[in-house]
């Protein structure tokens, strides 16, 4: 679900009005905890290695996840974690936590694959499986890179003394906004200082680049069944519904935000030409720059779906006696827009250029741009360099992320480490092969120590905490956080999705 830069919200506005840290004062020497956190990196890499492109194998769908973070879990039981598996409701979600008492240092770990994007370590389209699912978004990385940063802390905690504490979170279906957000709403990162995430990438960077709000449901239609040549008089047609609804989707667009965003798939369309669907079901996306926008967008879409629903049944709309049963829609998320956080973000990237992009061999890169030619983008590798920390952000929002959700609860920066080549876009064929080629496990290895020295920085810094919590607590004066899913709603999918 991330695109391939990170993504955040500008506070060009308050940076000045609240305790930053400069690049250069964060962290830009080794210190004796970094080198043990960046050793305990290396000491595991081939476990991690191991870990992750199991993880690529197996290719698990949201909420099915359930060999690729028992994995995870288990990995870091094994290194001394205490693990509590199966909260929020989510048999693949986990919290496996190392020490006691602030400040309380967060890692993501997401392991949920894309549907339909297998695809072997391949320079051309070579479907492993086919209609299986693929990690073109990076996610086998993303897990045990986050993993492997947690383990690490742990050691440098250890063998220094550092008092704190370390947790990663096991949070599936990202690619459906569904882990984060219950985790979130069930109180998992009240007590957080400060979440350090990182994401699979095609450069080497942090930013505070915004991402939009969305909220995923579907829409139920209901008709009457008849057949569709004797006597389709009879009938009324839930897929006619779905079809108006389309229509006015589409004519919405004209007139809704040029921020706004609306994407869909028909999930049931019936069964058989000759049969009058009397069931229809469409799977949406409403995106808006930011989740009062969103509401906006989401609010004329149901009154769309009113107006479907009436000019499918016409004169027998609302009449239960002749079959009438009242469109339904089932709310499955909402993902708020990002609240950024410099004073993180200037901390990471001052470990980012510490530990430095990954070495690739020139067959790495002679892999990598085989890719790029295949999208027509300059043949130049890998990323190799640190893009410089710009304070501004990005003016259009790009993708959307859960991570959003945990940014509103406590400081919350994003990390992205080049593990597919520049210009390749995520969600295809070749990121998929790129997050299972041995480039993409160097890069990974890269963000596990960059996000372990950053914890080491959060853990003997208390000026950096300070300055996190105040530029947090200034910004969430702008949106106060309430949970976008009430206390009643089951994390779920879409009808499509829901089989074994």
């Known amino acids: 679900m991330h695109k391939p830069h990170t993504f955040r919200t500008c506070l060009a506005l308050l940076v000045a009005s609240v305790p930053t840290l400069r690049a250069q004062d964060a962290a830009l020497e080794w210190t004796e905890p970094k ?9 595991r890499a081939e476990t991690l290695v191991d870990a992750s492109r199991r993880i690529w194998e197996l290719a698990e769908l949201a909420l099915k996840e359930h060999r690729s973070s028992e994995l995870l879990a288990a990995l870091l039981e094994q290194e001394g974690f205490t693990v509590e598996r199966g909260v929020s409701d989510m048999p693949t979600a986990f919290v496996a936590s190392y020490g006691e008492g602030h400040p309380i240092v967060a890692y993501l770990a997401e392991f949920d694959a ?65 882990g984060k957000v219950f985790m979130v709403r069930d109180g998992l990162f009240d007590d957080v200082d400060a ?3 990182w994401h699979p990438s095609n450069e080497n960077s942090v930013s505070v680049d915004p991402s939009k709000a969305l909220r995923s449901f579907e829409v139920t239609f209901y008709g009457r069944s008849a057949h569709a040549a004797g006597a389709p008089w009879k009938g009324v047609s839930a897929l006619d519904a779905v079809e108006a609804f389309e229509t006015g989707l589409n004519l919405l667009r004209e007139h809704m935000p040029e921020s706004a965003r609306i994407h869909y798939v028909v999930t049931d369309g019936g069964q058989a030409p000759n049969v009058i669907p009397a069931r229809a079901s469409i799977w949406l996306f409403t995106r ?90 300059e043949p130049d590798g890998m990323h190799t360099t640190v893009t410089p920390f710009d304070p501004d952000a990005a003016p259009e929002p790009g993708g959307s992320t859960d991570v959003a959700n945990v940014s509103w609860i406590c400081p919350t920066i994003d990390l992205s480490v080049a593990n597919w080549p520049q210009d390749v876009p995520a969600h295809s064929w070749a990121s998929t092969a790129a997050s299972g080629s041995s480039a993409a496990y160097k890069a990974m290895l890269v963000a596990s120590k960059v996000l372990a020295a950053a914890g080491v920085d959060v853990l003997t810094k208390p000026e950096l905490v300070r300055a996190m919590r105040a530029e947090f607590e200034e910004q969430s004066k702008t949106f106060p956080y309430v949970s976008p899913v009430g206390p009643e709603v089951m994390p779920g999918l879409p009808s499509h999705m829901r089989g074994d």
Not at 35 to 43: C, H, L, P, S
Not at 136 to 156: P, Q, R, T
Request: net charge negative; charged share 20%.
């Open 288 to 377: 808006g720059k930011d989740w009062p926008e969103e509401e906006q967008v989401y609010e004329h879409v149901l009154k769309i779906v009113e107006g479907a629903d009436l000019m499918a049944w016409g004169e027998e709309h609302g009449r239960p006696e002749r079959g009438y049963r009242a469109p339904e829609v089932d709310v499955f998320t909402g993902l708020y827009h990002y609240n950024p956080n410099h004073a993180a973000a200037r901390a990471v990237h001052a470990n980012l250029v510490l530990v430095g992009p990954a070495d690739y061999t020139e067959a790495e890169h002679v892999f990598a741009r085989h890719l790029q030619t295949a999208f027509e983008v």
């Open 114 to 178: 894309l549907p339909g994007l297998s695809q072997r370590v391949a320079p051309v389209i070579d479907v492993l499986v086919p209609g299986a699912g693929g990690h073109g978004c990076g996610h086998n990385l993303f897990g045990a890179g986050s993993v492997g940063a947690g383990i690490a802390l742990k050691a440098a905690m250890q063998k220094h003394d550092l008092a704190g504490t370390v947790r990663v979170y096991g949070t599936p279906a990202e690619e459906q906004g569904i």
């Open 195 to 197: 979440c350090l995430s």
């Open 35 to 43: 080198r043990t956190a960046a050793a305990a990196v290396d000491a």
